[in-house]
């Protein structure tokens, strides 16, 4: 019987892709680059623009935290885990949604969030360095005026470990995104208050064994208590694949690409 751990990485590197080709020609659309931190470390990961830019206007843009299965050095794992390139492009958000995407890369053996997955809870640690360096990265992405970035539209999604780093985000940057979409993760229960003006929609798998589903339910909990309306789905019979379900939702990218700061 596999651990959680081996489970956990089992499920988030399910290749939805049919074929090396396809995959190839998917990663063709997404520009590796290295961001060399001013405070020290460097930090790997692959952006994609709109396919159709007109001066003057402004473009949103998709962060993507990727699962224990994407780790590594070769800056591809982290779109190839758990499909998300081909997840992408089925949803259309370099065409249809005309959006960015950013996702970065975590070292093996590092994380997001620099906490246990199979905890019930746990407070806010300090930020680790993937998630410093991909502010950083991210921030002098969205200042590149070449780039179009629209401020207002900056989303931010992940799955299982991206999970955390998804909730992680928003609790550190809550005025920042516009939108956010954590799959199967949890948070501090402590910042509820900070993050009842967010649009958030969670999912997450009922029969989820690696990740308790609790750790969903009680973020939505303490959101809903503070004044907040995030959304949650807990998809029944799932277990911790739930990002299947997001993603083949047309109502999600709706609602998430509908979303904008005022």
């Keep these: 019987m596999k651990s959680p751990l081996a489970l956990s990485l089992v499920l988030s590197i399910t290749p939805v892709l049919t074929s090396a080709k396809n995959m190839d020609e998917l990663l063709s659309n997404y520009t590796a680059a290295t961001w060399k931190s001013p405070h020290a470390g460097a930090f790997l990961y692959r952006h994609s623009s709109p396919s159709k830019m007109e001066k003057g206007n402004k473009y949103p843009l998709l962060v993507f935290f990727h699962g224990a299965g994407g780790r590594g050095n070769d800056n591809k794992g982290q779109l190839v885990d758990a499909g998300g390139i081909g997840a992408f492009d089925k949803a259309g958000l370099r065409t249809k949604r005309n959006s960015h995407v950013f996702a970065g890369q975590v070292p093996k053996g590092e994380r997001w969030v620099d906490v246990h ?42 799955l299982s470990m991206g999970g955390y780093g998804t909730w992680d985000a928003i609790q550190r940057r809550p005025g920042f995104f516009a939108a956010a979409v954590p799959i199967c993760g949890g948070g501090d229960l402590n910042f509820g208050k900070r993050l009842k003006a967010i649009p958030i929609w969670a999912w997450h798998g009922e029969m989820d064994r690696v990740i308790k589903p609790s750790r969903s339910r009680d973020m939505i909990d303490a959101i809903k208590k503070a004044g907040g ?4 789905s807990e998809i029944e019979g799932r277990g911790h694949n739930s990002w299947t379900d997001a993603w083949n939702s047309k109502e999600m990218w709706n609602w998430l690409y509908a979303q904008k700061k005022k």
């Design 229 to 232: 309306n995030p959304k949650y």
């Design 117 to 158: 997955w199979a905890l019930l809870g746990h407070r806010m640690p300090k930020v680790s360095d993937s998630m410093r360096m991909a502010f950083e990265a991210l921030d002098a992405y969205v200042a590149n005026e070449k780039n179009q970035v629209d401020p207002k539209r900056i989303y931010v999604m992940g």
